[in-house]
Nanobody, 123 residues
């Protein structure tokens, strides 16, 4: 059973930056493709970014392309999401996700979810 624990959320002003981390345990990290999702109040959970097992392939939602960067460190069993130029519409709970596949671009629900971390962007 894979456990995922997010950290790094918080409150920031528009235009600011945050870096989210997701620590994975209970499985061999490099055997999983990883992703980030988010859910804003009153909205459905949506895909933000995905990355393959090695980090050589990355996928982004159009709404975050050019502002967010997903990365992973397989030696540290950790997934990251660098968020720059944040906007109020980025306010949401951000979830780390893991799927036992080589690659993951968010086209189906992942097998494992973290508990989420709140990101609030004020104008």
């Amino acid at each position: 059973q894979v456990q995922l624990v997010e950290s790094g959320g918080g409150q920031v002003q528009a235009g600011g930056s945050l870096r989210l981390s997701c620590a994975a345990s209970g499985g061999t990290f490099r055997n999983f493709a990883m992703g980030w999702f988010r859910q804003a109040p009153g909205k459905e959970r949506e895909f933000v970014a995905g990355i393959n097992w090695s980090g050589s392939s990355r996928y982004y939602a159009d709404s975050v392309k050019g502002r967010f960067t997903i990365s992973r460190d397989n030696a540290k069993n950790t997934l990251y999401l660098q968020m720059n130029s944040l906007k109020p519409e980025d306010t949401a709970v951000y979830y780390c996700a893991a799927d036992p596949s080589v690659d993951y671009s968010g086209s189906y629900p992942p097998q494992y979810w973290g508990q989420g971390t709140q990101v609030t962007v004020s104008s």
